[in-house]
């Protein structure tokens, strides 16, 4: 079985060909932009191709018979990205796409790049290919990121709440399927932590976890916007940012999913462990 993992280079797509790496029957193929990033892992196939280059994603996938489609980096041309990486998964006739999927994808979730996931999945349906789509919530690990140098996690979060998932548990379950997928064909999957905590309870939670104080300061929209500024972000990318924390705000992630039980046999990683030992 030849199984390709795109974003090999990241953190995601990486923990997955480390997961899949040496298991008899299995032949790794890494995918990426650049060779200089790709994991070094001994015996697994690289290809070169960037979601923008269609014979490149093409040849990429041809043999392959499951693929990991991680989702693009944040981009205004994002969605156009990953129509020309599936209509190369369909050209290239690929048995299984695993796509890392969003938590409460939909064309008018509060969360703006929620709606480029819904977009995605429906392209992936009408693709050919047999898929699944993982939804995943946020990143517990990418809360240290939240908070910043001075540990403040900032945003007009409210008391909303969300379960964080940790990285290696997504790396998790999409390695386990992209080995076995048939089961999981046309599935939805919601990819959580084990509970569901405020901004302010996050911030504790990470406190205890690192031996080190964090905060959460709620802010009003025009607050957020004004913090935000100085980066010099495009008003989609701004949109984006602070709509992490509406989302949270309006209860769009205040969802415990059972999937990564269900594929794993197991409880998923806390956000204490998550922050403890990040991915």
Do not use: K, N
């Not at 995918?31 to 994991?39: D, H, K, Q």
């Amino acid at each position: 079985m030849r199984i390709a993992v795109t974003g090999a280079s990241g953190r995601i797509g990486g923990e997955v060909a480390r997961l899949l790496h040496g298991i008899p029957g299995i032949t790794l193929r890494l995918v990426g932009r650049s060779a200089a990033r790709l994991p070094r892992l001994e015996g697994a196939e690289t290809a070169l191709a960037s979601f923008d280059d269609a014979e490149a994603c093409r040849e990429a996938f041809t043999g392959a018979d499951a693929v990991l489609l991680v989702s693009a980096g944040e981009a205004a041309d994002r969605l156009d990205q990953h129509r020309t990486a599936i209509a190369a998964l369909a050209a290239a006739e690929v048995g299984h796409v695993v796509y890392t999927s969003f938590l409460g994808a939909s064309v008018d979730a509060a969360f703006t790049l929620a709606r480029d996931h819904a977009a995605t999945e429906e392209m992936l349906r009408d693709a050919g290919p047999a898929w699944t789509a993982l939804r995943d919530s946020f990143y517990a690990d990418v809360l240290l990121d939240f908070a910043g140098d001075d540990r403040v996690i900032r945003g007009p979060g409210g008391t909303g709440r969300c379960a964080f998932v940790a990285r290696r548990d997504v790396a998790e379950v999409a390695a386990r399927i992209l080995r076995d997928p048939a089961p999981y064909a046309g599935r939805v999957l919601d990819l959580t932590g084990p509970v569901a905590v405020s901004l302010a309870e996050a911030a504790l939670l990470m406190t205890r976890a690192r031996g080190e104080e964090y905060e959460y300061v709620d802010e009003t929209m025009a607050e957020a916007r004004a913090s935000r500024a100085p980066y010099g972000a495009p008003e989609w990318q701004v949109e984006a940012w602070i709509s992490t924390y509406t989302a949270i705000r309006d209860g769009e992630l205040d969802v415990v999913g059972d999937g990564v039980a269900e594929v794993l046999g197991r409880a998923p990683r806390t956000l204490e462990e998550t922050v403890a030992a990040p991915l």
